[in-house]
């Protein structure tokens, strides 16, 4: 199960990085090793490199403004990169109580806690506004995007904190984000996911027509995708602490078909809602992750 | 059933772990928590059952194993009767008891008890057995339980009933032993004229001490008549005759009596003989020859039961003997009664030689009989040698007096002197219960005149016969037999400061009785009763022989012994030393009296035995005492080892379940 092996010596497997104090440290370790990689990638936009001028605007950095250019032409123009886009980023992070499910070191919630930092190192960098909702059934963090000095920090603690909570209401997240976000921007909401799919669809839609770029991380333990019960066990919801007796003849047999059956229903919701899914086993490096992630903003973008 | 090793029980204790081991397995199930029951589906409830029910079947099995175990070592045993044949199912031991006492003998009554029995015999099933017991003095066992029904008619055929009383309570004790070893259910089939005069004083003795079925074979056939000399016994002060002809029939009747003197005819009389009554008849002294004389006296005609028609009596002619007074005072009226009494007796011959103490000069064997009229006087030196003259085949006649009042147990016979109130003066009590069947007290009358004002009261030990009580139940005549002599107690004195025995007119007759009871071959008449033992020891012979009735030579009881049981009616002859003595030996009184049981007490009597063809253990199969232990180890083993096969498949299955593999 465990997927250690396969990892390049660059990337550090999540059972490495759940051994880091530092959740700043664990992103930058992440995104710095995949950075490391991209050379001879076929991506770009993550380099200095210098890619066109365009006319000031109102809102942005004066920082970026040419003064070379204004000094000989009078006019203020701002000097742009390959990759940046100057977009926003809101990470909606799932800490319901499910989340806190893991077979290995590493949870679900702890994957996601990499995942929502990483990415969030991964934007600023690339100067785009980051904010952060954390949720089970009730909105328990919530930073607004932006760009401001030290936004980033307080984005990664706010994601530290993140602890298991209790259930888990997706539609609660999806609305706070429609009351206070406006702007067009990329949407990550990492969760697992264990909804009605068409009640999913019903949430992202909106956001869809609002013009947002949703993408969704359906995080999910390999002992949930293929799950192996030795003997017959009495099976405790950690959300809602029922019980129920299951054998492993089913665990083995029918659960992974309905398991498969939902991954594929939340793919095809996703799609519906014009959003993308993204299946990610907890076990897999956060590098194949980014990836999707830089394939969804360079479509998007 | 038992443990011949119950210590090994202590393994059961094991049974603990399993049982523990399954509460902590059900106290923590196999418990998981998920995400998310969303796609979860239970298990099957009746796979969830089939599991429970499996898991309690497993600690079951598991128990057990151990259960079993423990108990093979402690080697449980159940008691079963070596011999084999215990157990089939209906088989019966019939168990006929032939009465074979004398009144057996009346008409026609012991053919009908062996057509009874063998009417028994032609019923008894194929599984049954049948035994034959013969009742008389004796229980004689004729062979053995058998099926063979050839056998037993041949043994039934030998069987003849005896003289002797049979006594019902005595024959169920007897009975006990065969029913105790008997291997199957026992009928108790008694064939018997079930005569009124053989029931015990307690009607529950009749009851088998262990659970048998009483059939009960009545041979009387309608009402029987009978006469009988029930009593004849000679005066020993005036040597006449008396008879005492008894009559058991409805009707009155005039009898014939003969009397006859060593085989003559000396006299006869008719006597009229009321219904259901007696009548006395009289001879003179007859004139005796030198020695010992056959007497002999009849009623005729002979009746259906001949052997009661007949009595007999052996006198001896008299000669001078003395006796020894013991007294305080040669001149008290103690000694003065006794011996005036004893001399009176012309035909005993007596002369009363009365001393104070000491003894020895002459010595005590000169004397037949020694009379001492206060025990209470006698030192431990004179005690001891009355008693060894006594032991040493010596007679005495014992009596009390105002000495003996400090004694707590009296000299020579040490018999224990209860606290004794009546020592004090009372008002007067008259004589109660008199055994009549003593040859002391025989044909003693108006003994009930004399009024008692005290006595020494006597704790009659077991070999003690009493006499004669006062009304108050205090003993007043006891005899004790003491080595080769005998010794008579009278608990009050012989004068006339405790009673006015001696001025009454039975104080000669009864000194007379207890003289020639005393005197017993060498006195006036000689009697033994029908199966008593003789011994020739008794009658101052050594190494003497003694011939029966019949002439034959009778043999001792037993290896060494001079014994001989007195089982035959007549005379008996004891001849040594160029001399001879003889004993009459009379029909029990009691058989003649052919009344038989009336029929309520009969069937009371089979009520106190099981139901017919009510299932009764075999007593035998539950004594302990003649069963051996068989184990039953071997069974349990075989048990044990199924059990774990099963314990091995229904763990495999209870596994296979937790798996989760389809069954």
Same mark, same amino acid.
């Given at each position: 199960m465990a997927a250690g092996s396969a990892i390049p010596q660059h990337l550090l497997a999540p059972e490495t990085l759940a051994g880091l104090a530092n959740l700043d440290l664990v992103a930058r370790a992440v995104v710095n090793g995949f950075l490391t990689g991209m050379h001879r990638s076929p991506f770009f936009g993550f380099s200095q490199e210098f890619a066109e001028y365009r006319a000031y605007a109102e809102g942005? &950095?004066?920082?970026?403004? &040419?003064w070379n250019v204004y000094a000989r032409t009078d006019r203020t123009y701002i000097k742009r990169y390959i990759g940046e886009t100057n977009t926003r980023l809101v990470i909606l992070l799932d800490a319901s109580a499910s989340m806190g499910f893991g077979s290995g070191k590493v949870t679900k919630l702890l994957y996601g806690k990499f995942l929502a930092a990483t990415l969030a190192y991964l934007a600023a960098r690339q100067h785009d506004a980051v904010g952060l909702i954390v949720f089970d059934d009730k909105i328990r963090e919530h930073r607004r995007a932006s760009t401001r000095g030290g936004r980033l920090s307080g984005v990664l603690h706010a994601i530290d904190r993140a602890e298991p909570g209790t259930g888990t209401d997706l539609k609660v997240p999806f609305e706070r984000f429609h009351e206070v976000e406006h702007g067009r921007g990329l949407v990550a909401v990492i969760s697992d996911f264990y909804c009605d799919p068409d009640a999913l669809l019903k949430s992202v839609q909106p956001l869809a027509y609002q013009g947002q770029d949703v993408i969704l991380f359906q995080l999910l333990d390999p002992q949930e995708l293929k799950p192996v019960l030795k003997e017959s066990a009495l099976i405790e919801d950690m959300e809602s602490g029922q019980t129920m007796e299951v054998s492993p003849i089913y665990m083995s047999s029918k659960y992974r078909e309905r398991i498969d059956a939902h991954v594929e229903l939340m793919h095809k919701s996703a799609l519906r809602a014009g959003a993308d899914h993204r299946l990610v086993n907890i076990t897999e490096p956060l590098d194949s992750v980014l990836r999707s992630y830089l394939l969804f903003r360079q479509r998007r973008g | 059933m038992s443990l011949l090793a119950p210590a090994f029980l202590l393994g059961l204790l094991a049974v603990g772990l399993p049982w523990w081991l399954h509460r902590l397995s059900s106290d923590n199930p196999n418990k998981q928590k998920f @995400? @998310?029951?969303?796609f979860l589906e239970p298990g099957e409830p009746r796979r969830v059952l089939a599991k429970k029910v499996q898991y309690l079947l497993l600690l079951a099995l598991r128990v057990g194993v151990l259960v079993l175990l423990a108990l093979a070592f402690a080697e449980p045993a159940i008691w079963r009767t070596p011999q084999a044949g215990g157990d089939a199912d209906g088989a019966r031991l019939h168990l006929i008891v032939l009465d074979g006492s004398a009144s057996m003998g009346y008409g026609d009554r012991w053919d009908r008890a062996r057509a009874a029995a063998n009417d028994v015999l032609d019923d008894i099933g194929a599984e049954d057995r049948a035994q034959i017991v013969l009742a008389g003095r004796q229980f004689e066992?004729?062979?053995? =339980?058998? =099926?063979d029904v050839a056998s037993l008619r041949q043994t039934l055929n030998t069987a003849e009933p005896g003289l002797f009383r049979l006594e019902y309570g005595q024959l169920m004790r007897s009975i006990d032993g065969l029913i105790r070893t008997a291997e199957l259910p026992v009928v108790l089939d008694l064939v018997t004229d079930v005569q009124a005069t053989g029931l015990p004083t307690r009607f529950g003795e009749l009851a088998p001490r262990r659970p048998a079925e009483i059939v009960l074979h009545d041979v009387t056939d309608g009402a029987a008549e009978n006469w009988t000399v029930d009593s004849f016994g000679a005066s020993t002060v005036t040597g006449e005759l008396t008879a005492s002809i008894r009559s058991f029939a409805a009707d009155d009747a005039t009898r014939t009596v003969t009397l006859s003197q060593n085989g003559r005819e000396v006299g006869e009389q008719e006597v009229a003989v009321p219904a259901g009554g007696r009548a006395e008849v009289a001879f003179p002294a007859l004139d005796l020859a030198r020695g010992s004389n056959r007497v002999e006296v009849a009623v005729s005609p002979a009746d259906d039961l001949v052997a009661d028609d007949r009595r007999y009596l052996a006198i001896k002619r008299p000669e001078p003997r003395k006796v020894l007074v013991l007294a305080q005072n040669v001149e008290g009226r103690g000694p003065l009664f006794t011996s005036a009494a004893l001399e009176t007796l012309t035909t005993l011959a007596l002369t009363a030689d009365v001393r104070t103490t000491p003894l020895g000069d002459p010595p005590l064997l000169d004397y037949s009989f020694v009379v001492v009229t206060d025990v209470g006087l006698l030192d431990a030196a004179q005690a001891k040698a009355i008693q060894d003259y006594v032991e040493g085949g010596g007679r005495a006649l014992l009596a009390t007096g105002p000495r003996s009042g400090g004694l707590t147990t009296l000299p020579i016979t040490g018999q224990a002197l209860r606290t004794n109130p009546q020592m004090g003066a009372r008002a007067g009590v008259a004589i109660g219960e008199v055994d009549a069947t003593h040859p002391v007290l025989r044909g003693v009358e108006e003994l009930r005149a004399a009024n008692f004002t005290r006595s020494v009261n006597v704790e009659p030990a077991e070999a003690d016969r009493v006499l004669m009580s006062l009304a108050d139940g205090t003993p007043l005549l006891l005899e004790r037999t003491m080595g080769a002599g005998r010794v008579l107690l009278f608990t009050s004195s012989l004068d006339r400061e405790w009673n006015d025995l001696p001025v009454q007119p039975a104080f000669v007759p009864l000194m007379a009785g207890i003289a020639n009871h005393l005197l017993g071959g060498a006195g006036f008449t000689s009697e033994a009763d029908l199966g008593s033992t003789l011994a020739s020891r008794a009658l101052g012979f050594a190494g003497a022989q003694i011939f029966d009735p019949r002439g034959g030579a009778a043999l001792g009881l037993g290896a060494g012994s001079e014994d001989v049981l007195l089982d035959q009616v007549g005379f008996y002859e004891v001849v040594g030393g160029g001399t001879s003595e003889l004993v009459a030996v009379n029909f029990d009184a009691r058989e003649s009296d052919l009344k038989p049981v009336d029929a309520t007490t009969l069937e009371r009597w089979r009520g106190l035995g099981v139901r017919p063809g009510e299932q009764v253990t075999p007593v035998a199969a539950a004594a302990e005492t003649d069963s051996v232990p068989s184990s039953i180890g071997p069974w349990l083993v075989t048990v044990l080892l199924l059990l774990v096969v099963m314990e091995s498949l229904v763990g495999n299955w209870h596994l296979r379940i937790r798996r989760g593999v389809a069954a």
């Open positions: 942005d &950095d004066p920082r970026f403004v &040419d | @995400s @998310s029951l969303m066992v004729l062979g053995p =339980a058998t =099926a």
